[in-house]
């Protein structure tokens, strides 16, 4: 374990058995239909490497790149999409992927945005972590890894201050060091 960790909340293990399943799911539900995974960045980069490996179905990949924190523990309150223009996704079925959904922010902007392009033919979300709190618009992922507590957490894509990032678990850092 990381020496500024404090406790691991989900073990790499764990994320391997849950996103197994997550894949089954996310197969079944698009078969037949050619789906394009749209992956926010840097955030879901891991989730997307290894939930993408286990969906053996045609599909294309685009990225994104937005952030909305800088370099602290709460949200900015504003989401900045670094990249433009966004790819065009129209007559596609879109499933947009996050590392977590929190205050609901990013995923709400990029929904937003998203539905801006006419002809979509279906727009779902899959983050790895949900954080179990109360959101204005109870905006929801269509498919969720893991529904977590309201704790700031590091690891497996996730980042405080871009460390962190590459551990294989989820974490729960040392008071020491955030
Ligand atoms: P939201 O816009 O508030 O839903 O936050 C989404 C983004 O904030 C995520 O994609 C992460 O990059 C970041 N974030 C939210 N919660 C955490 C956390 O507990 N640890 C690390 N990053 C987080
Ligand atoms: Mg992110």
Redesign the pocket.
């Given at each position: 374990m990381h020496e500024d960790v404090e406790k691991i909340l989900i073990s790499a293990e764990a994320i391997e058995r849950r996103l197994c399943e997550l894949a089954a799911q996310i197969t079944a539900d698009y078969s037949g239909r050619e789906l394009t995974v749209l992956a926010?960045l840097?955030?879901s980069f891991l989730l997307l490497a290894d939930l993408l490996r286990k969906i053996p179905l045609p599909l294309q990949l685009d990225c994104l790149s937005v952030?909305s924190y800088h370099g602290s523990t709460a949200s900015s309150g504003t989401i900045t999409f670094r990249q433009r223009p966004l790819p065009d996704l129209s007559g596609r079925h879109v499933l947009v992927l996050?590392?977590i959904l929190d205050t609901g922010l990013?995923l709400r902007s990029v929904l937003e945005k998203l539905r801006e392009t006419p002809s979509i033919q279906s727009l779902r979300t899959c983050v790895l972590l949900q954080k179990n709190i109360p959101r204005p618009d109870g905006i929801r992922a269509d498919y969720v890894g893991f529904e977590i507590g309201n704790e700031f957490v590091v690891g497996y894509g996730l980042d405080y201050k871009e460390k962190y990032r590459n551990l294989p678990y989820i974490g729960v850092l040392k008071p020491s060091a955030v």
């Amino acid at each position: 374990m990381h020496e500024d960790v404090e406790k691991i909340l989900i073990s790499a293990e764990a994320i391997e058995r849950r996103l197994c399943e997550l894949a089954a799911q996310i197969t079944a539900d698009y078969s037949g239909r050619e789906l394009t995974v749209l992956a926010l960045l840097n955030g879901s980069f891991l989730l997307l490497a290894d939930l993408l490996r286990k969906i053996p179905l045609p599909l294309q990949l685009d990225c994104l790149s937005v952030s909305s924190y800088h370099g602290s523990t709460a949200s900015s309150g504003t989401i900045t999409f670094r990249q433009r223009p966004l790819p065009d996704l129209s007559g596609r079925h879109v499933l947009v992927l996050d590392d977590i959904l929190d205050t609901g922010l990013t995923l709400r902007s990029v929904l937003e945005k998203l539905r801006e392009t006419p002809s979509i033919q279906s727009l779902r979300t899959c983050v790895l972590l949900q954080k179990n709190i109360p959101r204005p618009d109870g905006i929801r992922a269509d498919y969720v890894g893991f529904e977590i507590g309201n704790e700031f957490v590091v690891g497996y894509g996730l980042d405080y201050k871009e460390k962190y990032r590459n551990l294989p678990y989820i974490g729960v850092l040392k008071p020491s060091a955030v």
